[in-house]
């Protein structure tokens, strides 16, 4: 699986953002997907997951209530939409595949390149 993340950019702070992670592959639907984050100078932090099928999902508490993920398997694509963003949103976001639904990045198998979004405040 090869994944694109796109969507990222500038936004002022309580604005919106949506990224996309568009996956090649047939076995995209089999796969749980996840977004992480990564600030300079920070480790590399959970955002959120979904399951391959759509009906479940798992947030950070950091984010829950204004962030959303979810996905369209016809579509081979993974979305997070970003509301009401701060500054310490700002980093760069990553998308990534494994086999379950897990906060853990070790449990996933294949990964995007980044996608950088920065809140200005």
């Known amino acids: 699986v090869q994944l694109q993340a796109s969507g990222g950019g500038l936004v002022q702070a309580g604005g919106s953002l949506r990224l996309s992670c568009a996956a090649s592959?047939?076995?995209?639907?089999?796969?749980?997907m996840g977004w992480f984050r990564q600030a300079p100078g920070k480790e590399r932090e959970f955002v959120a997951a979904i399951s391959w099928g759509g009906g479940s999902t798992y947030y950070a508490d950091s984010v829950k209530g204004r962030f959303t993920i979810s996905r369209d398997n016809a579509k081979n694509t993974v979305y997070l939409q970003m509301n009401s963003l701060k500054p310490e949103d700002a980093a760069v976001y990553y998308c990534a595949a494994g086999l379950g639904l897990s906060r853990r990045f070790s449990e996933y198998d294949y990964w995007g390149q980044g996608t950088q979004v920065t809140v200005s405040s």
């Open positions: 592959g047939r076995t995209f639907s089999r796969y749980g």
